[in-house]
Antibody, heavy 124, light 106 residues
Framework: QLQLQESGPGLVKPSDTLSLTCTVS??????????WGWIRQPPGKGLQWIGTISYRGSTYNNPSLRSRVSISGDTSKNQFSLKLSSVTAADTAVYYC????????????????WGQGILVTVSS | DIQLTQSPSSLSASVGDRITITCRAS??????LAWFQQKPGKAPQSLIYGASTLQSGVPSKFSGSGSGTDFTLTISGLQSEDFATYYC?????????FGGGTNVDI
């Protein structure tokens, strides 16, 4: 059974870099059938796509965050990670990692399995 | 960027009701639309993809329809566990985007 688990600090200082890791079990991030992504949800608000990584390590990021976002994968640990630099209070949110099945348009697809999410607060 | 507008933003319903939620895209997205259910404090769960295909394990009381710019999610025979927030997501065009959500409460 596929499981995704986010981990990382729950508190980050303004201007620092937010770093999160998603550990995948019951599936492989090396599989060409799937992509892996990050989504966030500010408290009481809606969902925002952050970025996606392919099994080959290619990344696709939301242009509204692009310059601050870095997504990478570690196939040896079956993990993928998110780094968001120069954070402000506006980056306070629950961060989810998720799987995306490869579609007709490859990485342009939907999220079929989600991790439980991790709340990250940006505050001094 | 494609904007997704959900309506209504909230609705009140009763157990046993049939409800319909609408998602309108700012441009043609063909059938590249998914629906999710999110309960308080929980991660979203996939319900429908391809506008009308039920995700494995999702009960048939959920149904989706539409193409182009107008889509609907219908839930028949509402049960207590269906009271949640529902989101649509388009995957036709970069960047991926979500609707603002529809909160369904008692």
């Amino acid at each position: 059974q596929l499981q995704l688990q986010e981990s990382g600090p729950g508190l980050v200082k303004p201007s620092d870099t937010l770093s999160l890791t998603c550990t995948v079990s019951g599936g492989s991030i090396s599989s060409s059938d799937y992509y892996w992504g990050w989504i966030r949800q500010p408290p009481g608000k809606g969902l925002q796509w952050i970025g996606t990584i392919s099994y080959r390590g290619s990344t696709y990021n939301n242009p509204s965050l692009r310059s601050r976002v870095s997504i990478s994968g570690d196939t040896s640990k079956n993990q993928f990670s998110l780094k968001l630099s120069s954070v402000t209070a506006a980056d306070t949110a629950v961060y989810y990692c998720a799987r995306l099945p490869r579609g007709i348009q490859l990485w342009l697809t939907y999220f079929d399995y989600w991790g439980q999410g991790i709340l990250v607060t940006v505050s001094s | 960027d494609i904007q997704l507008t959900q309506s209504p933003s909230s609705l009140s319903a009763s157990v046993g009701d049939r409800i319909t939620i609408t998602c309108r895209a700012s441009q043609d997205i063909s059938n590249s639309l998914a629906w999710f259910q999110q309960k308080p404090g929980k991660a979203p769960q996939s319900l429908i993809y391809g506008a009308s295909t039920l995700q494995s394990g999702v009960p048939s009381k959920f149904s989706g329809s539409g193409s182009g710019t107008d889509f609907t999610l219908t839930i028949s025979g509402l049960q207590s566990e269906d009271f949640a927030t529902y989101y649509c997501q388009q995957y036709s065009t970069y960047p991926l985007s979500f609707g603002g959500g529809t909160n369904v409460d008692i």
